[in-house]
């Protein structure tokens, strides 16, 4: 722990400071993204519960809106899923 997220942004490498002191991984300026994995996979697909991590920064992101969607949660298994351009802030 200490100034520095535990990780650097995925996209650019960039070092990002944590927003909390004292914390693993609080990256200010970007988002820390966990995943299980996904069916289909063949990269991560974690059977014991394991969690894949990765940050990345708000530049990184907003220079790729056209990549993202926003899912909007429900009763259902998946919810609803709108393409980032296209949902309610």
Do not use: K
């Not at 069916?39 to 990184?60: K, P, R």
């Amino acid at each position: 722990m200490g100034d520095s997220a535990l990780l650097p942004c995925f996209v650019c490498g960039d070092v990002l400071t944590n927003a909390v002191p004292d914390v693993e991984n609080q990256p200010h300026g970007g988002t820390e993204f966990r995943t299980y994995g996904c069916y289909g996979s063949t990269f991560w697909d974690s059977f014991d519960n394991q969690e894949l991590v990765l940050n990345i920064c708000d530049g990184c992101l907003r220079e790729r809106t056209d990549r993202l969607a926003v899912r909007t949660p429900s009763r259902g298994f998946d919810g609803t899923l709108v393409h980032f351009g296209d949902a309610e802030a």
